[in-house]
Nanobody
Framework: QVQLVESGGGLVQAGGSLRLSCAAS????????MGWFRQAPGKEREFVAT????????LYADSVKGRFTISRDNAKNTVYLQMNSLKPEDTAVYYC?????????????????WGQGTQVTVSS
């Protein structure tokens, strides 16, 4: 079992940056693949980025490629999402997730644990 707590969300103007953090409990963080998803009002949860436990290998949604960077610090049990050049369409609740499979995954069903989410609002 792992518990995930996101932080770093907030209100930012278009073109600005935010860095989200997701702190995980437990001593097995390094064995999980980690992912970031987001959900805007009235929309389904969508994949943003994922990072594998080994390598690491990263994957991004086309909508954020080149603007967002996912990284992990296994010593701190934390995964990050650096978001640059933010757009109003990036506004959503952002969720951190952990997958016991260890490999990158883009489907929410591939993840076993979820955080409570952090709100990101980008004003135009």
């Amino acid at each position: 079992q792992v518990q995930l707590v996101e932080s770093g969300g907030g209100l930012v103007q278009a073109g600005g940056s935010l860095r989200l953090s997701c702190a995980a409990s437990g001593r097995t963080f390094s064995t999980y693949a980690m992912g970031w998803f987001r959900q805007a009002p009235g929309k389904e949860r969508e994949f943003v980025a994922t990072i594998s436990r080994i390598g690491p290998v990263t994957l991004y949604a086309d909508s954020v490629k080149g603007r967002f960077t996912i990284s992990r610090d296994n010593a701190k049990n934390t995964v990050y999402l650096q978001m640059n050049s933010l757009k109003p369409e990036d506004t959503a609740v952002y969720y951190c997730a952990a997958s016991e499979r260890g490999a990158t995954a883009i489907l929410p069903s591939s993840y076993d644990y979820w955080g409570q989410g952090t709100q990101v609002t980008v004003s135009s």
